[in-house]
């Protein structure tokens, strides 16, 4: 037990508009793992583990170097954007740890968008078809099957996914708006969140339409900053400062479908996959889950996670959001710090940094005796992750 993994430091920078951050991504990295540093109470220099994701433009040398990191032996980066990546990464910096390769990871992903969305950009298909056609993912990241009929960015290719479960379940758009407003009315009181000011549901149904059925206020923030976890053993934990908060559980992958174009009635059955097995390592069910942060790069996709993760019945979430269950004093609240909607996007990671604090007692919407959160990839895209957060 002594390998046990824990997360012991977390820290952030501030979070800026789309390319107004006055700092490259490599500086708002350091400062992001120097603040998490901090918190766990270790001198960065002990750090010999990075871990990152979603083509993070930030390479582990130069963090070695500006960090006087003596030795490195783990440099990781997890495939795919924010739904596989931040739970992902926490994952391998995990098992690193466990194993006993590293003492001291370092999880941490940095955003400035000036000049291309998400710094480094993406290495998927290459613009041909050659690969996903012999792989059978006829999918949108394959842009000869997708462009052509002006399937061109990720808002439009959600909103197909969610026009599906609409279709599937016959219910309306109107649990957008509670997610949307939810997640506000969290933001209000977190003095990091990019979103506060208090938004109303006719605010949210007067907003401008960019891609059926998502409206302006049913997107992800697109804004500039960076998150930083420490990851070391329960043993060393007890020597430092940072509150530990287990890693109870995690798992990552992907099914055979990707987000768009599938041949089967739901999009995409990646997180469907995982969700036996995650639950199963963690050895608890849905209903002991205390407070949830689910991956709202759409609201669409957190009415979907719901029922994913099976913490509400099929074709129930938008009765579930409407009745309250999902705010700071419901059932199950989430995305208690105003998540990817009003918080800000760092691709999911300021979503374990909530799950952290919320353990830690230490969120600014708090669900009280909080023991167990859940922090979930997408569900529209492969791979996923997700990673179950425990108290000591």
């Known amino acids: 037990m002594e390998n046990v993994p824990v997360i012991v430091g977390i820290g952030e920078t501030d979070f800026w508009r789309r390319g107004t951050s006055p700092d490259s991504e490599l500086a708002l990295a350091i400062k992001a793992i120097l603040n998490a540093c901090g918190d766990a109470g270790i001198d960065p220099h002990q750090i010999d583990g990075f871990c990152s994701f979603a083509d993070n433009a930030v390479h582990a040398l130069a963090l070695q170097g500006a960090l006087g990191v003596a030795q490195v032996r783990l440099c990781t980066m997890a495939w795919g954007g924010g739904g596989g990546g931040s739970c992902g990464a926490l994952s391998a910096a995990a098992s690193a740890v466990e194993c006993g390769r590293v003492k ?40 000869g099957y997708s462009q052509p009929y002006g399937l061109m960015t990720p808002g439009q290719i959600a909103a197909m996914h ?40 006719e605010d949210h149904a007067n907003s401008r339409m960019i891609s059926h059925p998502y409206r302006l206020f049913d997107f992800c923030q697109e804004n500039d900053g960076a998150c930083a976890l420490i990851v070391t053993s329960a043993e060393r934990a007890r020597d430092l400062k940072g ?64 029922e994913e993760w099976k913490l509400c019945g099929p ?75 425990a108290r000591m």
């Open 104 to 143: 001291y990871a370092v999880v941490f992903r940095s955003v400035v968008q000036r000049g291309a969305r998400f710094g480094a950009g993406g290495g998927y298909a290459g613009g041909t078809a050659s690969g996903v056609v012999a792989s059978g993912l006829g999918d949108i990241h394959c842009p």
């Open 162 to 201: 969610f026009q599906r479960y609409m279709y599937n379940y016959g219910v309306g758009t109107e649990g957008l708006g509670h997610v949307a407003t939810t997640f506000r009315d969290n933001a209000s009181r977190n003095p990091r969140a990019l979103m506060r000011k208090p938004m109303t549901l």
């Open 315 to 389: 074709g129930e979430a938008t009765d579930f959001v409407k009745s309250g269950a999902i705010g700071r004093h419901g059932s199950l609240p989430v995305n208690t710090a105003g998540g990817l909607l009003s918080e800000g996007y760092i691709q999911g990671l300021n979503l374990v940094t909530e799950g952290v604090r919320q353990i830690r007692g230490a969120s600014t919407s708090q669900v009280p005796g909080a023991e167990l959160a859940l922090v979930t990839g997408g569900s529209m895209a492969a791979p996923s992750s997700a990673v179950i957060l």
């Open 243 to 306: 509150r530990a908060v287990r890693i109870l559980a995690r798992a990552e992958g992907s099914g055979d479908q990707w987000a768009s174009l599938s041949r089967r009635s739901v999009p995409a059955n990646n997180q469907a996959l995982m969700v036996p097995e995650i639950y199963a390592e963690a050895g608890i069910g849905p209903s002991d889950i205390d407070v949830a942060q689910i991956y709202d790069n759409y609201s669409g996709q957190v009415l979907i996670g719901l």
